[in-house]
């Protein structure tokens, strides 16, 4: 009796399974499907206006003698230098310090009062406005050096990069399951062998995503860089004198009557735009990657 009522049981909930929805339900489901696609259009509308914008008006205006002058000379070879000597330095101090932050708070740090202190800290940096860490790193390094420098620039750059690579890093760690780390210690390993040569090796992809997605936040900030690196119209002599990039030309040179000038600012945003989203493509191959 019993088998014969579990088996009715099975075939009425087999039967529930496989039978069509209901007629209001399929509507409502069809209906979601639209909306959610349209509002999805509509999310998509601004970022194609304004590729498409950057994109016509950048190409008609690229002149491969704008990749080797300075802007002196209606080029911008010397604000992509700029720029990336910035993001370099900014790297150099936030990258190393983020990801042993990440590290600390995943692995040693989780649960106690200075990691949750720390964790909350970097929670509150990553909502700062850039143009607030602008006006620190000139009270701690320009009044103090009584000049704009690269140095500055980049100190500011990084400040605004480490809270991201941080709270990445930390999540990153905390994908790789409980498991890999007890049986890199049932295996002898110690807890620092753990750490580095199991956990870390496994989440370096997600790591390197976080780290890439920051620089390319970084590359495109303008207000922390105008009130560090300031701006040059020429090359560069060294690293503690002003310093041009990118997204500053773009907005000391946007109101510029000169028509080389405007055409200048397009050009410049096509490229400053194709090196942000280079990035976040290779953001995405370093996801990819991790998922195989």
């Not at 979601?32 to 205006?61: C, D, K, N, Q, Y």
């Not at 370099?88 to 040693?108: D, K, R, W, Y």
């Not at 100190?155 to 905390?174: N, Y």
Request: aromatic share 8%; net charge positive; with cysteine.
């Amino acid at each position: 009796m019993t088998s014969d009522r579990e088996f009715n049981t099975d075939k009425s909930v087999a039967a529930e399974i496989c039978s069509p929805l209901p007629p209001v339900r399929m509507i409502f489901d069809y209906g979601m499907t639209v909306v959610a696609f349209f509002l999805s259009a509509l999310a998509l509308i601004p970022l194609l206006s304004l590729l498409w914008e950057i994109v016509g008006r950048g190409i008609t205006s690229i002149k491969p003698s704008m990749f080797v002058t300075s802007v002196i000379n209606d080029g911008f070879a010397n604000a992509i230098l700029g720029t990336l000597e910035m993001v370099i330095i900014a790297g150099l101090f936030s990258i190393p310090t983020g990801v042993m932050t990440g590290i600390f708070l995943s692995e040693i740090g989780k649960g106690n009062r200075i990691g949750r202190a720390v964790r909350f800290v970097a929670s509150i940096l990553t909502g700062v406005p850039s143009i607030v860490v602008g006006v620190f790193a000139y009270a701690v390094i320009v009044l103090i050096t009584k000049q704009f420098s690269a140095i500055a620039g980049g100190f500011a750059l990084a400040v605004l990069m480490l809270p991201v690579i941080v709270l990445t890093t930390e999540e990153a760690l905390k994908l790789i399951p409980t498991s890999v780390r007890l049986g890199s210690a049932a295996l002898g390993g110690t807890r620092f062998q753990t750490t580095f040569r199991v956990v870390v090796a496994a989440a370096i992809p997600a790591i390197t995503t976080g780290v890439l997605l920051a620089v390319a936040r970084a590359a495109g900030e303008t207000a922390p860089l105008i009130f560090t690196a300031l701006f040059s119209l020429d090359w560069s002599s060294d690293l503690f004198g002003p310093t041009a990039s990118l997204s500053v030309l773009i907005f000391n040179l946007y109101n510029d009557p000169s028509p080389e000038k405007t055409a200048l600012v397009w050009t410049a945003s096509l490229v400053l735009v194709g090196i942000i989203m280079l990035i976040s493509i290779l953001s995405r191959v370093f996801t990819r990657k991790r998922n195989v």
